[in-house]
């Protein structure tokens, strides 16, 4: 009788969901191309700021002369930037980014058990995805903002890169994107430096969401003031 109680309870466990369904181990672990995380001997994930003991002090924010709060680190390690914030009645707030590519990786922990309690991932300045975890590591809520595009980023950076010679996944390029909503429509915004000097002129491309299709594109300049393109565009269908 107790093997088989023995036995159901194992079962049980075995279909828990938790933040780390690989079996756990006591040591610090790093992952190629995503942030590195502390796994106790349980399946939570928790905030080790050991992790960054070889970064150095970002200067674009800190200095000697002014260095960063304790409480609010700024860090760098090649091309990689961190920012540290610490709230000490609640939480630690962790934004992963790159000074290449618009990925940007954000996490929250507890500040009292150092678990994680929800990440949320964007391209540029847009969410991608978002997922929020209880106290024990049990997943409780999750959004995938890529839901209404079926042009999916990956789809958008092939186009981009195919009619305009611009890699959006390289901030180098001076190109940003973005998504908009109205009306029950969907659509992406990319701006293209044009690398005009003396002046900061922009291509605006609208790309439908859905269908990938081309809608609307103009030139536009950052100073000047001048209708906002989206607007033009709107305008554009009212006379058809």
Known sequence: ???????????????????????SIHKSITVKNKIPHSIKNDTMEYFNENEYIDWQQDPEHCSSQFPCEENNKFLMKANERVNIFTDTKTFIQVDKSNKINPYKIIKVYSFKSKNLLNISKD?????????????????????????????????????????????????????FAGRKAKNGSFYYEVSI????????????????????????????????????????????????
Do not use: H, W
Not at 1 to 23: P, V
């Open 1 to 23: 009788m107790k093997q088989m109680i023995l036995i159901a309870f194992l079962l049980i466990l075995s279909n828990c969901d938790g933040q780390n369904k690989e079996k």
């Open 123 to 175: 391209f540029y300045s847009f969410p991608v995805s978002y997922q929020k975890y209880d106290e024990n590591g049990k997943l409780i809520e999750e959004k995938d903002y890529n839901k209404p595009y079926e042009f999916s980023i990956k789809d958008l950076v092939e186009k981009i890169k195919k009619e305009y010679k611009v890699d959006l996944e390289d901030k180098r390029e001076k190109a």
């Open 193 to 240: 430096d044009m690398k005009v000097p003396l002046v900061t002129e922009l291509k605006y491309i609208l790309v439908d969401g859905i269908t990938g299709k081309t809608l609307f594109t103009s030139i536009y300049y950052t100073k000047g003031g001048g209708e906002i393109p989206f607007d033009k565009y709107l305008e554009t269908l009212k006379k058809k």
